[in-house]
């Protein structure tokens, strides 16, 4: 991207961000690319190394737990050292600076929640947490690697992780929550997300239709790209702080 453009692009946003209230946050698997994550759909991304319908569905779980828990246990130790990165930082400045902050994340790896970000509606679920296939009961859980099985602490029932697989329900407050902020949003972000995947990737829309002005970080352009008031192309770590 130009410079010229960039710099038009951030004065922007800045004075927007200034005078903003409501200010909304979306992020994808890109703001953690930096911290070591893979994405999904990206040139090395997970999903093109697996396929989604193996491994994160129920009824992948119901044919094959083992391989299922296998697949998870693996991402959850590729993700236990890592580090929030410069863009996560920057949020939680961010939230500092406006009346009212809501930060929606796809993302299941809880690094918004290392950095010190507050209030974050998590609409994937979250790796570091399960639950009880039997009870029901969700639970912190961060020992790694889980055995091959892992079994509930309350009454031994099948654990599963704590997230959301394709053609399950979204949780209805999380939803809900971030509806409800995206409505009355001054300004949204939208940060490293392909926007391929509903609802996140209507969110932008939603916050513009209600009169919000809505910018774009991302490495590479998406369908959103010139829909939004601002695209910002380049890595999340860079552009955030620049922002603040
Ligand atoms: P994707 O992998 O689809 O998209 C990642 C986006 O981040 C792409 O648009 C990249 O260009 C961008 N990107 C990569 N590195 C970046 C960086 N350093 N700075 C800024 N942008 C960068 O990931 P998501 O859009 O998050 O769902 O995927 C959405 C959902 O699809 C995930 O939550 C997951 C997946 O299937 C479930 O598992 C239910």
Request: net charge negative; charged share 20%; aromatic share 8%.
């Amino acid at each position: 991207m130009a410079n010229q453009e960039m710099n038009k692009g951030l004065e922007f946003l800045r004075s927007r961000l200034e005078g903003a209230r409501r200010l909304v946050v979306l992020t994808g698997a890109g703001i953690s690319a930096e911290s070591g994550v893979p994405t999904f759909r990206g040139k090395d991304g997970l999903w093109k190394q697996h396929r989604p319908m193996d491994l994160a569905t129920p009824e992948a779980f119901q044919r094959d737990s083992r391989l299922v828990w296998e697949f998870y246990n693996w991402r959850r130790e590729l993700l236990f050292p890592l580090k929030p990165n410069a863009a996560h930082e920057a949020l939680v400045e961010l939230e500092k600076r406006v009346p009212h902050f809501t930060l929606i994340t796809q993302n299941i790896d809880g690094l918004h929640q290392v950095a010190g970000s507050g209030h974050v509606l998590e609409l994937h679920g979250n790796i570091w947490w399960v639950r009880c296939t039997a009870c029901g009961q969700t639970y912190e859980e961060r020992t790694v690697p889980l055995p091959e099985l892992p079994l509930c602490r309350l009454c031994d029932g099948l654990l599963r992780p704590n997230v959301v697989w394709f053609g399950e329900m979204l949780d209805s407050n999380v939803l809900g929550g971030a509806f409800e902020a995206l409505e009355t949003a001054d300004v949204m972000l939208v940060i490293g997300t392909s926007g391929t995947v509903q609802p996140a990737a209507s969110m932008g829309m939603a916050a513009k239709r209600a009169g919000a002005a809505v910018a774009e970080i991302n490495l590479d352009p998406t369908p959103y790209t010139n829909i939004y008031d601002v695209g910002l192309a380049g890595k999340a770590g860079e552009i955030v702080p620049r922002l603040l």
